[in-house]
């Protein structure tokens, strides 16, 4: 069986990482499966968002596979690192929003693949933690940078430093989660925050997505003008000539990308 399920449905693109034996550890097989199926999803329309979770009871993923990486050289480890923040280089590039549907442990690579998300979405068994200090190293493929941002500084130190665990409803007060929601309505849960996409423009969203990541980094002035940049081009779309028809006939706009 396939190490990565996809799935249709309505309009979000499911992906499960199927290593449930192994709590979904995170191979480079797997790590490219995940990359490979979110750039391919980039020039789907009937694809509006990107759900990513675990199968099996036990997991969103128990992080990096160990197993492969204690038999690789030091150089060997650093490219598999780079793999998962090429994933991650990917879900953040991808003009569709990408969730993460979160269940049981969440360790190491798998919170930094959760980081990376656009939204979280959580289940209340849900069990956090970066165990890569006790192991005489630290999140290695851009977790510390997309935590902080999250949650400041000294909160993402705090966990960090300390390596120790927390669950949804401390990670739904920090930020970390938006919706915590029962285990059997997580990935209902998703796919409903899939469905309010419904009423707005493709072509938007793409754009919204783009200034929130990369703005936040430029000076307000700069980040004020690449925001403009980037939806001055959605006033000459037909998007936007059919949400504003649909406006003033009072009824749901169709929109198709265009």
Not at 136 to 151: E, K
Request: with cysteine; aromatic share 6%.
């Amino acid at each position: 069986m396939s190490i990565l399920l996809s799935e249709l449905h309505r309009s979000a693109l499911v992906l499960t990482m199927n290593r449930p034996e192994v709590m979904n550890a995170l191979s480079s097989e797997l790590v490219r499966a995940l990359q490979r199926a979110v750039e391919e999803a980039e020039h789907r329309k009937d694809v509006r968002a990107i759900v990513i979770t675990g199968a099996g009871d036990r997991a969103f993923s128990a992080g990096t596979d160990l197993k492969e990486r204690r038999t690789l050289t030091p150089e060997e480890k650093s490219a598999q690192s780079r793999l998962l923040l090429t994933l991650s280089e990917a879900i953040w590039r991808s003009p569709k929003p990408v969730i993460a549907a979160i269940g049981g442990w969440c360790l190491g690579g798998g919170s930094e693949l959760a980081l990376a998300c656009d939204v979280r979405i959580a289940a209340d068994d849900v069990k956090f933690g970066f165990p890569e200090m006790t192991l005489g190293a630290y999140p290695g493929s851009g977790g510390p940078v997309t935590l902080a941002r999250l949650v400041g500084a000294a909160c993402a130190k705090d966990l960090l430093f300390t390596a120790r665990r927390f669950d949804a409803k401390e990670a739904e007060q920090m930020g970390i989660v938006q919706r915590v929601v029962s285990r059997e309505r997580l990935l209902d849960e998703a796919l409903l925050w899939v469905d309010e996409l419904s009423s707005t423009s493709p072509l938007a969203i793409a754009a919204l997505k783009r200034s929130i990541n990369e703005a936040v980094s430029l000076p307000l002035p700069v980040a004020v003008e690449f925001d403009q940049a980037l939806r001055r081009p959605l006033d000459a779309t037909r998007d936007y000539e059919e949400g504003m028809r649909a406006h003033f006939e009072k009824r749901k706009p169709v929109f198709r990308g265009e």
